[in-house]
Structure formats: structure tokens, C-alpha cells
């Protein structure tokens, strides 16, 4: 898919995975709608970035915000691409440390925001891409962004594993399901990427990380995920496919 000129929609944009990939798309040349929550600096983000990007305030699991961010993202252009990086994660164990039953309403959270929220994400994108005409016999291409959890879920994150190994397993049935509309689907599935998440995490530990990383051994930079996004969108034969971009990493328990 040729990125100059259209109209590209990114959740999460107003920092970290989703404010790189947005400055990626910009340098090719595309139109970006930062969609975060109306709290975040997504003013601010999309001023940095320049005159080809706008913010649209909305809660990713809210149908008629997040609706409406994407009509905003259709006045600059037809909407063919999304890259929906919003989601977060909350600690918990199936039984705490006095063997009482987890928190239902920590696990319920995660999933409504990571798993439904891609579902929300998937599906009101999808239909504004739908819309649009073939050009070179696609219409658009949507990302979602799952985690190497899905695969790989390390204690104490029973409710993240969850929600990120739903978007794996949904990547392949939408890439089917619109596989007619002409509209593409593949999940990036990251490791341990230094984002504003690990800011504050001490030098100690953050070494910890870097060499669990065979190679390179660091953390993952952002605007790698970015550059693997746009790879994505560009490249009109990957479809189905969750990527990881992990340095070659396998979790351990803890």
C-alpha cells in the first residue's frame, strides 16, 4: 500500500509505540489521526509531529469515541490504515499471597481494554476501509498489537496473557473474515520495549533485561516497532501474520 497521501488512524498516539510509529508514517509521507484518551498530551504529540498530524481524544473502549476519532481521521482523506497500539496491563495472581481468590475486576479490566478494546479498534476500522475504493486491489491494512505473553506469560500476568493471546488468535480469523472487503490484518507481538512504561525502572534491573535479550542485547526501541508497522501496511502480502520483534527472547517464568 502506497503511504503518501492517505489517511492512517493511530491509537496509543500520543506516546511511546504509537507516537513512533506515527512519526514513521509522517516520513512517508502519510496523513495521521493521533487517537489517545482526552487526558493524555495528544495535543502536544501531534504538534511536535508536524502539519500531518492531527489528535482525536477518545477512549478506545468507548464505541462512539472511538467512532467518532475515526470520522475526524476521514476528513483528512480516505481512512486505509489503522495501527491500534492502546492497551495496558495490571498485575494479579489467580490466588494472592494469603491463597485468596484473585481479583475478578483486575482480570475484567485487561481484557475489556486490551481484547475488546482491539475488537472495538478492528471492527470500526474495518468498516470505514471498507468504504473506500481498490487501489492495486486492496483497500487498506489494519495492526493490532498483541505481546510475547501471548506466547510466553510470566507469573503474575494471568490477565494480560489473556487479553494479548486473544489478538493473536483473532489475527487469523480477520484476516479471512475480511479477506473479500480486500482489507489486510496482521499483529506485531513485542518483547520488552523501552518505552515511558520502563522509565522509572532502576539501572539494576534494566540490565537484567538487556541480557535476557540474545541478540542485540537490549531493549526493544520504539521506533523499530514503527518501522515494522509501516512495513506492514506497505508490504500487500503479509495478511494473517503475528509478528514478533523480540530480540530472539523467550519469557522465563518471572
Known amino acids: 500500500m502506497e503511504l503518501k497521501g492517505i489517511s492512517v488512524a493511530v491509537t496509543g498516539g500520543a506516546s511511546g509505540l504509537g507516537n513512533a510509529t506515527a512519526r514513521r508514517l509522517i516520513d512517508a509521507g502519510a496523513i495521521v489521526t493521533l487517537v489517545d484518551l482526552p487526558t493524555s498530551d495528544g495535543d502536544a504529540a501531534a504538534r511536535d509531529l508536524g502539519p500531518n498530524a492531527r489528535f482525536a481524544p477518545a477512549d478506545i473502549t468507548d464505541a462512539e469515541q472511538f467512532a467518532a476519532a475515526l470520522d475526524a481521521a476521514t476528513e483528512d482523506g480516505e481512512l486505509r490504515g489503522l495501527v491500534?497500539?492502546?492497551?495496558?496491563?495490571?498485575g494479579m495472581r489467580i490466588l494472592d499471597k494469603h491463597g485468596n481468590a484473585g481479583s475478578l475486576e483486575d482480570f475484567e479490566h485487561v481484557i475489556k481494554l486490551n481484547l475488546v478494546g482491539s475488537f472495538n479498534a478492528l471492527r470500526l476500522g474495518a468498516e470505514r476501509i471498507a468504504k473506500t475504493d481498490e487501489v492495486d486491489g486492496e483497500r487498506g491494512a489494519i495492526v493490532m498489537t498483541a505481546s510475547v505473553a501471548a506466547f510466553e506469560g510470566q507469573i503474575g500476568q494471568?490477565?494480560?496473557?489473556?487479553?494479548k493471546a486473544g489478538i493473536v488468535g483473532m489475527t487469523l480469523t480477520a484476516a479471512r473474515d475480511l479477506a473479500t472487503r480486500r482489507i489486510r490484518v496482521c499483529t506485531i507481538a513485542p518483547g520488552i520495549m523501552d518505552t515511558p512504561l520502563l522509565s522509572g525502572m532502576p539501572d539494576a534491573m534494566r540490565a537484567g533485561l538487556e541480557a535476557s535479550v540474545p541478540n542485540p542485547s537490549r531493549l526493544g526501541r520504539a521506533d523499530e516497532f514503527g518501522q515494522l508497522a509501516v512495513s506492514i501496511l506497505e508490504n500487500r502480502y503479509l495478511n494473517g501474520e503475528t509478528?514478533?520483534?523480540?530480540?530472539?527472547i523467550r519469557m522465563a517464568p518471572r
Open 84 to 90: 491500534h497500539c492502546a492497551g495496558s496491563g495490571r
Open 243 to 248: 509478528i514478533r520483534l523480540d530480540g530472539g
Open 158 to 163: 494471568i490477565n494480560y496473557t489473556a487479553s
